[in-house]
């Protein structure tokens, strides 16, 4: 019986901790894997993922630094792991990476899982040298590279074509492509519609720079400039959340534009909507979109890079290459005002995210710690 361990450092909202509790809670039905998860932190954000599933709270920390001496917190973690003996360790995210490398057994095969392009493994130049961000990232990815080697290796699982290229760019070892899943039928809906004669968005994401949802608002004022009687509802938290507020108060928008924080019924916000929206300019790949074809809503996204293997043009939705706000709403009015239209392309995306469903998924990445020489779980559109 393999026993696979998965380290991510806390359940925070985000599409990396919901891939992780999807992924050990579909590992947990084959009777034959015993699966284990570890945090550093007791925080959850999905109680209702974790409750079937062996999840070890093991308080971990390392402190890095380039001219002082290394703090490691890891004997707690170390002996964890060595309680347990995984035949697999398979590692989220950048503090989960440093954390775990740091700790020493070798007779495990390690797995890197590349969530987004981590900045810590872009590759040496000069601007390293005279940029101390820089130089302390490149101090991580060279304290990583030797604890990589004491560990026998690494195998990185890049989620987009993007992602991808850049780990095979930027590091010495085996890469291997894998998007990210979604639980399918937990988004899917039987038959959808539009919602009547309102024009119902949804976006969601963490308030973040990146995550960009004051382009949303500029689109939103733009509608309203052409008489659409319309709502964008908004999903998430995080920093950026009252600079967002702002705007819409700003923009005279409360009528339209409507911020509801963290929800545990994401899938009920997608069915009741017409269209999702996507306003990041930088998406590693983008499990949200995946779960609002599943519910049947066709995308219109900015382009952030990973999220192009999800875009079919025209069948799937759209996505606009420019944050151009005024094309953005052209593309919402097109799918909006043409039912026939609006209909295909909602079927469509159910049929394209369906190829993403986590029970393939985990299947694939199964054989694939147990020694296949590489993942077979690549979606026909997406190859």
Known sequence: MPRILHIIPRLNKGGAERLCLDICNQLQKHIDVQVRLITFSDENFYPFLTENIDWQVV????????????????????????DFAPDVIHTHLFEAEIVSRSCHYPQAKWFSHCHDNMKQFRNFDLRTLFNKELLTNYYEKRYLFSHYKANDGTTFVAISHDTESYFRQTQPYSVELLPNAIDYNKFYVD?????????????????????????????????????????????????????????????????????????????????????????????????????????????????????????????????????????????????????????????????????????????????????????????????
């Open 59 to 82: 308080p971990a920390s390392v402190q890095l630094s380039v001219f002082h001496k290394n703090v490691l917190n890891i004997d707690a973690l170390q002996k964890a792991i060595e």
């Open 191 to 383: 038959v959808k519609h539009l919602s009547g004669t309102r024009l119902r968005l949804v976006n969601v994401g963490s308030y973040q720079d990146k995550k960009n949802q004051k382009f949303l608002v500029d689109v939103a004022k733009i509608l309203r400039n052409r008489n659409v009687d319309f709502e964008i509802n908004f999903l998430g938290d995080g920093e950026r959340y009252s600079d967002v507020s702002r705007l819409i108060s700003a923009g005279n928008l409360q009528d339209n534009v409507f911020q509801h924080g963290n929800v545990n019924n994401v899938e009920e916000y997608l069915w009741n909507s017409d269209i999702y929206v996507h306003s990041a300019y930088y998406e590693p790949l983008g499990l949200v979109l995946l779960e609002a074809m599943a519910a049947g809503l066709p995308v219109v996204t900015l382009d952030g890079r990973g999220n192009r293997d999800l875009i079919v043009q025209g069948k799937n939705g759209y996505m606009v290459y420019e944050q151009d706000a005024e094309q953005f709403a052209d593309r919402i009015l097109e799918i909006w005002n043409d039912k026939q239209k609006y209909n295909q392309m909602s079927a469509f995306a159910q049929e394209f995210a369906r190829q993403f469903d986590i029970k393939p998924y985990v299947d694939s990445l199964l054989d694939f710690y147990q020694g296949s020489n590489s993942l077979s779980f690549i979606p026909v559109f997406f190859v």
